[in-house]
């Protein structure tokens, strides 16, 4: 029973900070505002841009997927675009120009004011999301983040943004697909409408 102890003290932690999350009202108040700004997208033929890096660039994929196809239910396909999929792009931006361009040069041919921009990153601190949400900030396209701990230097930059109450990485993208998944299932119940 060794090794099932390091699983109960993982469920028991990320318990704890799920309930933690639950009860800031900020950050429900936010989830709201969130939910509608992506609706009102939806319904002016705006797109949403999601991007983020490593096991956020996974989510960030993921989430994509889901409204492309479907999460729960059949519907029309949602107009999303993930920015960290396309290795060709990737690599020409950062070997032409550098790492941290990597979305907001993306950004620059195609996002308009009725689109969103949705940063995912556990510390946000990552240069390329910073970048994308200053390109964001001074074009004025509305941003939202899903970070953790403090929300680092993206939380000034983007309009809104739900923060996970953690140090750990771990417990912090858990949530996040939580928080995804809930999107998911509201977008899609309103546009099936």
Do not use: W
Not at 7 to 30: A, P, R, T, V, Y
Not at 103 to 108: D, I, N, T, V, Y
Not at 111 to 128: C, H, M, P
């Amino acid at each position: 029973m060794i090794f099932s102890s390091v699983l109960q003290k993982n469920i028991k932690n990320s318990i704890k900070i799920k309930e933690k999350f639950l009860s800031d009202n900020n950050n429900l108040k936010n989830f709201e505002k969130i939910t509608s700004k992506i609706i009102k997208s939806y319904l002016n033929k705006g797109k949403i841009y999601v991007m983020g890096n490593g096991g956020s660039a996974a989510d960030a994929q993921h989430f994509t997927a889901e409204l492309i196809s479907k999460f729960k239910r059949k519907r029309k396909s949602i107009n999303v675009e993930c920015l960290n999929t396309n290795v060709s792009t990737i690599t020409s931006i950062a070997n032409d120009f550098n790492f941290k361009y990597i979305f907001s040069k993306q950004l620059e041919s195609s996002i308009t004011k009725n689109d969103i921009l949705f940063a995912i990153s556990t510390s946000g601190n990552s240069l390329n999301i910073l970048e994308a949400l200053k390109f964001a900030k001074k074009n004025k396209i509305y941003s939202f983040l899903l970070s953790g701990k403090d929300g680092g230097k993206a939380k000034k930059l983007s309009n809104s943004y739900i923060l996970v109450p953690s140090l750990s990485t771990a417990i912090i993208q858990e949530v996040h697909i939580i928080i995804e998944h809930s999107l998911a299932e509201i977008i899609e119940s309103k546009v099936s409408e």
